[in-house]
Structures are given as structure tokens and as C-alpha cells.
């Protein structure tokens, strides 16, 4: 099974580079980074961990620049969005981003792909909440749009884009409806979740891992019934506490890749916690 980590990177923690750098030596997978713009202070939406909001949300580093930074410096390590909030971007600006880092990168970017959960930051953005589903979806189409081999129009509910020369081209190459970058969709087990990762996602990325036995039978039969190949389905448990009986439950499963949390902490704290996961590596 392949170990990945996720961080909470600020002004305050370790860097992209050193943690980068410390990822590959130790024979880690990946790095997936989590995203905010900015965290309003005057907030009703409450934190979905319970109990006060954490410090570190409200510093994270621009994702693209750090993974930009350990994709610099290291050569095989997989380097992730945990996840991006597609609704509060540009998606003509986004689309040059992911294929830009993957092109760089040589192919080794995923995008986790989310809805969010703070009402206030994406208003700021914009976005109306009812529809942030909606807006998500026809933000990749129109990625998708723009990663196409030939120059291909798009017009969407929310936003359209002309037939475009637009390079570079994500260095992965399409596979069944998926144009880009390995797609991951994260979000809360369901119908409509389902039936979007069918559509135009790789794989699931479940917060915590939890309910799985219960939820993948459902979003494999959802997936054979949309066409996809059952063996190209990837299931990422994301922000995991590792225990030897979790992961091997995981395993039982099928799933071949997990994502492990890691404190948002100095760099000394950091590299602890590294030590304490490389019993699992």
C-alpha cells in the first residue's frame, strides 16, 4: 500500500521544500495539500471537525506555489490537491495551473477536486451555495475543454470559453471521459457524489475513511453501470490517523493508497511524526 501525507503548510510550519525533500528520502508516495483562500472572521458556517477552528486554516501557503516548490526538488513523489475549491477559482486561470504543474512535474500531479465547506469564503468568492455542485461540474467541463488535444469550444450553465490554443496540455493522457491530471472527487458518500466521480473523475477521496465497506460497493456498481473499467476505480482515504488494524482493513478492501495526516507543525515536529510513520511504509 502506498503512503501519502497531507499538511496544513503555513508561514509557520515546516517548507515544501524540506518536507519534500524528507518525503522522497523516506520512500513516501505523495504529498496532498489542502486549500483556503481566507478564513472570515465574522463566521456562522461551523468548523466540520467540531469545537473551534484551527489556527492553521486561516495561514495556508498557495497550494499550487508549494507543490510548484517540491516538484522543483524531488523526482518521483506524487504531489496532490487535498483538495482544490474549484468553485472559487477562474477556471480558464485553474485549468493553466493543473496542466502547467502536471506538465512540469512529469505527469505526477493529482487534482483532488472539492465542493467546500465555508459558506462565508466562498460567497467571497462569489459563490452561491445551492449551486456549488453545479458550478463544479461545469467548471471541469470546461477544463476539459481547454486540456483537449485540438481547440475545442465550451458552453456551459456557468461559463464558457471559445475554441482556445492553450499549452501546455497536462502531461497525462486521457483515459475513458477523464482529460487531465489524475481526478480525485472528494465529498460525503451519496447518489449524486457517485454519479459525478463516474462522470468525470478517477476516483473518490473520502475525508477520515470511514463507512466504506458500506459506500464502495455503491460507487462500484454506480461505476460498472457508467461503463468505467472496474479496475481503473481509485479509492483514497484522506487525512487518516494510521493504525496497523485501519490499514489493513483498507487493504482488504482493495485500496491501494492512503493519505496520512500530519500535524501542522515546525519542522522538528514534523519530521517526528515522519518517524512514526515509517512503520507503516
Not at 59 to 72: E, K, S, Y
Not at 92 to 117: C, E, M, N, P, Y
Not at 203 to 230: K, N, Y
Not at 250 to 272: C, S, W
Request: one cysteine or more; charged letters at 20%.
Amino acid at each position: 500500500m502506498r503512503i501519502a501525507v497531507t499538511i496544513f503548510l503555513t508561514d509557520e510550519t515546516i517548507t515544501p521544500v524540506r518536507l519534500a525533500r524528507e518525503l522522497e528520502q523516506r520512500g513516501f508516495a505523495g504529498l496532498y495539500l489542502p486549500e483556503h483562500t481566507h478564513i472570515p472572521v465574522e463566521r456562522t458556517t461551523p468548523y466540520p471537525g467540531g469545537g473551534e477552528l484551527p489556527r492553521e486554516y486561516g495561514r495556508t501557503l498557495d497550494t499550487f506555489v508549494a507543490l510548484a516548490q517540491a516538484a522543483a526538488v524531488t523526482e518521483r513523489i506524487g504531489l496532490a490537491t487535498g483538495i482544490t475549491l474549484v468553485a472559487q477559482h477562474d477556471p480558464i486561470d485553474l485549468a493553466k495551473q493543473v496542466a502547467t504543474l502536471d506538465h512540469l512535474s512529469g505527469g505526477r500531479f493529482t487534482l483532488g477536486v472539492g465542493l467546500g465547506w465555508n459558506v462565508e469564503e466562498a460567497a467571497d468568492h462569489g459563490v452561491e451555495w445551492r449551486t456549488r455542485r453545479a458550478l463544479v461540474r461545469d467548471r471541469m467541463a470546461l477544463m476539459r475543454a481547454l486540456w483537449a488535444e485540438e481547440p475545442t469550444a465550451y458552453e456551459g450553465e456557468f461559463g464558457s470559453v471559445r475554441a482556445s490554443w492553450a499549452h501546455p496540455k497536462p502531461a497525462q493522457k486521457p483515459r475513458g471521459p477523464v482529460t487531465g491530471p489524475r481526478t480525485l472527487l472528494g465529498g460525503a458518500a451519496g447518489p449524486t457524489l457517485f454519479a459525478h466521480i463516474c462522470e468525470y473523475a478517477d476516483g473518490w477521496l473520502p475525508i477520515g475513511g470511514r463507512g466504506l465497506s458500506e459506500a464502495l460497493p455503491a460507487l462500484r456498481t454506480a461505476w460498472t453501470e457508467a461503463g468505467r473499467d472496474p479496475a481503473a476505480l481509485q479509492v483514497v482515504p484522506y487525512a487518516v490517523h494510521p493504525t496497523p488494524g485501519k490499514l489493513a482493513h483498507y487493504a482488504e478492501l482493495g485500496i491501494e493508497e492512503v493519505v496520512v495526516q500530519l500535524p501542522a507543525e515546525d519542522e522538528a515536529g514534523v519530521l517526528r511524526a515522519l518517524d512514526a510513520y515509517a512503520a507503516y511504509l
